[in-house]
């Protein structure tokens, strides 16, 4: 049989089919010889995981818009499908054209989250690539990653070649056009690296070297070579109103975990919770005008023919004209049936009376997320919730006929004490509470109060970088206190084993050395960590004494001030300086105040124009649009791809 | 009125189930532009049916969906319109205009014809060298797959044609919602004739290639055109 035999024999067996046959609407990919340079885009999960992460669509759009690129998409195969490849020597293929990995001048990963990285793994050796960059030859692709966890890229720098720090959108096509200048000049694989490493943005891993003290922290690490900076500098998108946006992507035919187009309003967000690494690593905020996301939504709209469309961002509540966005939308996509899924934490009293207008809200659950449950600890992580706001918040959805009310908070967060659990059922208790002073006759029926708790990871470039997560046995305690306290009628209570926790834990904040726990993991069969059904912890465990490194060093551990991070050579925007400040508030459970009332100095006013806030010029909010909204005509719609022609 | 259109479900997309392909078909029309009717009530939705659905795995080149549509088309505006919107695993080919009091497809719908396409030409051989025998029985023994349950049932009434060339099956079959002669049935069936062992893996392509309906006279013809 050859190989497109033993695919189509492979997919009349597995599960799903569908997850590697690709062929969806708009994604139409070039020929092979149509572009020189060839790209795969790797996501290291489920074909429904990736295929509902907007970071994908836009770098799989922008590669492919370009004449001199494609790009096709790969995804981890789930376990039936991988044990049918290995039994028939099957490689890991792309799903458009069905070539092996291997046979791309790049591979990318995106790195959303450090439980995926055994997956990182299995890929590249499924794929036919050398698993550890120093084994790669001359002909190997160029395997290279990007996201959030490349903040911190150590954990993971013995399997990739370049990291893309800060906004793919900028730096990515800077990257591929380093490599394909190598394959059109002949460079050698090294010197298309130090190449890469004087891109702004661009981190290449085998140009550095690591020096450790004797009780196992940093003691430096440097360039090996002139090409490389001492510092990496994250990329930033110069103006977020207008960078690339596809207008024509993807539409799966199976269910995937976010089936409708994603609109992105804004990106970062001014309120410095302390524990939040996506709040410190994508700041400033910056908004999206409106005129520019009517216009990509119709777009969207048109091209994909979903029927829903969701606004996406850390804060939406916070977008400065978020009721006359939705409005507009409504207004535009009533008879297209097109419905508006909204953040649910502004549910004021305007937009209460254009809903009930339309009917277009569907009333499934409201989710807040107070984090903490006393005042004291929400000062901590300095989460600009009080207790009146929440209860207020969920009077107002009672009365408005919602039934079900979602809260979300962390266990084992710093200080955190009894008094703090406690406070956590207290808060369930008077939200359960509110419920019952709206009169049963206009109150909807089937109270639900659904009480989550996920474990606290601390996270580099955060004020919390410094900090000990707890260790297992206390988790294990404080939720067991938590089942107790949460014993209230109408409430459950969700709670995840801490165990996902702690790894993630350890490879947040790790550094190279942990590269080897994780090959060894991989070679012990850790794969789909994130899916619970397929998590080996112990195997984890053993891995970690397997390479002779202790966990908690990484996970259980408080650091000195002093301490030299694995990521501090990159210049993530936030200063170091300025996150030790906050750690030292925090200790005083002393609240820093928004952004938007003023610039706290955390180190992006050190680029001028890049933060609306912290221009004393301009003391006021980066005013998105001038209102009533009434273009002349349709907007011109090939704007968006002919940006790159 | 109600536009009737006959569309290809490719090799590529065989393994997308009958809702999903659904789903396509409603984003599709949405994508269109079309002026399709919605059905009224909380989430309103396209009212398109289909004829018959079509088994996972299995690929179809003539397919129906028939749409309603809230103002009067033209079949080269449906056409135009749809594959401009559609992915090229499901393109359409014909499309007809009806009045909103054409029966609806499922009623009419009669048989099927298929194609069993054989990986295997040995295998495929000893299958195709089985029909004469099978269709000289009084009854072929099968078990359908119903809403109450599994059911023995005779297929031998519901093969209409049935031969062989190459490597390929061509079947004739009952498609009703009560009498159905499905592939697997008919596979089952010639696989016993033939004598290849359970165990043995017969590797296939399900081609569904047109859909019947039977005119005044009693002859099959294809239901778009009934
Ligand atoms: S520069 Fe100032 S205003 Fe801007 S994000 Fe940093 S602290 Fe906030």
């Known amino acids: 049989m050859n190989m497109n035999d033993r695919i189509e024999s492979l997919l009349e067996k597995v599960q799903k089919a569908p997850r590697y046959t690709g062929g969806e609407m708009n994604t139409q990919v070039k020929g092979w010889d149509e572009a020189p340079l060839h790209f795969v885009f790797c996501f290291p999960d489920t074909y429904e995981v990736g295929m509902s992460h907007l970071g994908m669509k836009i770098l799989t759009g922008l590669i492919n818009d370009q004449s001199w690129s494609l790009c096709e998409r790969c995804f981890m195969p789930w376990v039936d499908m991988m044990e049918g490849m290995k039994a028939q020597q099957v490689p890991l293929f792309s799903l458009e054209s069905r070539r092996p990995l291997k046979e791309f001048d790049v591979i990318g990963f995106t790195l959303m989250y450090e439980m995926s990285y055994s997956n990182v793994l299995a890929m590249l050796e499924m794929g036919g690539v050398p698993l550890e960059r120093r084994d790669r030859g001359e002909s190997d692709p160029i395997v290279v990653a990007g996201g959030g966890c490349a903040s911190n890229p150590e954990p993971i720098s013995d399997f990739i070649d370049a990291f893309m720090i800060g906004a793919g959108e900028e730096v990515m096509l800077e990257l591929n056009r380093v490599i394909l200048d190598r394959k059109e000049q002949g460079w050698t694989r090294e010197e298309c690296l130090k190449r890469l490493a004087q891109v702004e943005g661009v981190y290449v891993p085998s140009l550095y070297d690591a020096e450790y003290n004797e009780d196992g922290t940093l003691k430096s690490f440097r360039p090996n070579c002139p090409e490389a900076p001492a510092r990496v500098m994250k990329r930033y998108v110069d103006n977020f109103d207008q960078a690339y946006f596809p207008t024509r992507t993807a539409v799966p035919y199976t269910e995937v975990v976010f089936d409708r187009i994603t609109l992105e309003i804004m990106r970062g967000c001014t309120r410095g919770c302390r524990f939040c690494q996506a709040g410190m690593l994508y700041r400033p905020v910056r908004e999206r005008s409106l005129e520019t996301l009517v216009r990509q939504a119709e777009a969207l709209v048109e091209s994909t023919g979903y029927e829903e469309i969701s606004l996406s961002s850390l804060s939406s509540g916070d977008y400065s004209c978020l009721p006359e966005l939705i409005r507009e939308l409504m207004r535009r996509m009533k008879d297209k049936r097109v419905s508006i899924s909204l953040p649910s934490l502004r549910i004021d009293s305007v937009l209460k009376e254009s809903l009930e207008e339309t009917q277009q809200v569907k009333k499934s659950s409201l989710t807040f997320a107070p984090e903490a449950g006393t005042q004291r600890l929400r000062d901590v992580i300095n989460k600009g919730v009080t207790e009146e706001d929440l209860i207020e918040k969920a009077r107002d959805a009672f009365e408005g006929g919602w039934s079900s009310i979602k809260l979300y908070f962390m266990d084992g967060l710093p200080t955190e004490t009894t008094e703090d659990l406690d406070g956590i059922a207290d808060l369930a208790q008077k939200v359960v509470g509110e419920y019952f002073k709206v009169p049963k006759a206009t109150r909807a029926k089937g109270l639900r109060v659904t009480v989550s708790c996920s474990t606290f990871v601390p996270k580099p470039h955060t004020p919390f970088q410094w900090a000990a997560q707890d260790t297992i046995p206390v988790i294990n305690e404080k939720q067991e206190h938590l089942r107790e306290v949460l014993k209230i009628k109408g409430v459950n209570f969700n709670w995840h084993a801490p165990h996902l926790s702690y790894l993630e834990a350890c490879f947040s904040r790790g550094d190279r050395r942990i590269g080897r726990v994780l090959k060894r993991a991989y070679e012990r069969g850790c794969i789909l960590d994130g899916w619970s059904d397929q998590f080996k912890f112990d195997e984890w465990m053993a891995a970690f004494a397997d390479c002779g490194l202790d966990p908690a060093f990484y996970a259980n551990r408080v650091r000195a001030k002093d301490e030299l991070f694995p990521w501090d050579f990159l210049d993530c925007g936030v200063t170091k300086a300025y996150l030790w400040r906050e750690k030292e508030k925090s200790d005083r459970a002393e609240i820093t105040r928004d952004c938007r009332q003023g610039c706290n100095g955390c180190g992006i006013q050190r680029f001028p124009g890049l933060c609306a806030y912290a221009d004393p010029k301009r003391n006021q909010a980066p005013s998105p649009s001038l209102l009533p909204y009434e273009p002349a005509e349709k907007p011109e719609e090939d704007q968006a791809e002919g940006r790159n022609a | ?226």
């Open chain 2, 1 to 226: 009125m109600r536009m009737l259109g006959v569309f290809e479900k490719g090799e590529r997309i065989r393994h997308i189930g009958h809702l999903d392909i659904q789903r396509a078909v409603q984003r599709g029309l949405r994508r269109s532009g079309l002026p399709v009717a919605y059905s009224n009530g909380f989430n309103p939705h396209i009212l398109v049916a289909f004829a018959s659905a079509l088994s996972t795995g299995a690929c179809g080149l003539r397919e129906i969906m028939d749409v309603t549509m809230a103002r009067e088309v033209t079949e080269t505006e449906f056409l135009t319109c749809m594959n401009r919107a559609m992915p090229p695993e499901l393109r359409l080919q014909e499309a007809r205009r009806v009045e909103d009091r054409h029966p609806a497809l499922t009623a009419s719908l009669k048989a099927a014809m298929y194609e069993l396409r054989f990986r295997d030409a040995e295998q495929a051989e000893k299958l195709i060298a089985a029909i004469p025998v099978l269709m000289k029985r009084e009854t072929v023994p099968a078990v359908r797959k119903t809403k109450s349950g599994l059911k023995e049932c005779d297929i031998k009434p519901w093969i209409y044609a049935l031969r062989g060339e190459g490597s390929v099956v061509y079947a004739t079959m009952a498609l009703t919602e009560r009498e159905a002669c499905k592939p697997p049935m008919l596979l089952e069936a010639l696989r016993r004739e033939a004598g290849i062992p359970e165990e043995e893996e017969v590797r296939l392509l399900v081609v569904r290639t047109s859909l019947l309906g039977e005119n005044d006279a009693g002859v099959f013809i294809p239901l778009e055109k009934l």
